[in-house]
């Protein structure tokens, strides 16, 4: 799933929008959730329309708190990659097996 980066302050405000305005959801369609984004419009639409206001309201208080949380991905996919051209480099004999293990274990580090 090739995704642009999602920039976690524009998804609080919408979240938190989304709490205070009748329709929610407007997060999801943001973030690329377009399932999720029309299940918060139908309940918003309908006597249910509360628990949409308040999961909003939660998730726009989890983004403000967790900014990292939607950038992991991104870091994840480009540490992956950097793996991947490891083991080209690895297979066409430019870097010995040590090297390898030593600069994959290095951006495995970055992860944590």
């Known amino acids: 799933m090739d995704q ?17 305005l ?4 407007w ?9 999720w984004g029309l299940v918060y419009l139908g309940l918003s639409c309908s006597p249910l329309a509360l628990i949409p206001q308040v999961a909003s309201a939660l998730e726009a208080l989890w983004y403000f708190l967790t900014p990292r949380r939607l950038e992991y991905g991104e870091a994840v996919q480009g540490i992956t990659a950097g ?3 490891l083991d080209r480099l690895r297979a066409e004999g430019l870097i010995t097996e040590l090297e ?4 994959r274990r290095h951006l495995l580090e970055q992860i944590h």
Not at 4 to 20: E, N
Not at 22 to 25: D, I, V, Y
Not at 100 to 103: D, L, P, R, T
């Open 4 to 20: 642009k980066p999602r920039s976690p302050l524009v998804t609080a405000l919408l979240a938190g929008a989304g709490a205070l």
């Open 22 to 25: 009748p329709l929610s959801g």
């Open 27 to 35: 997060h999801k369609f943001y973030l690329g959730q377009y399932g």
């Open 83 to 85: 793996i991947r051209e």
């Open 100 to 103: 390898f293990e030593q600069k």
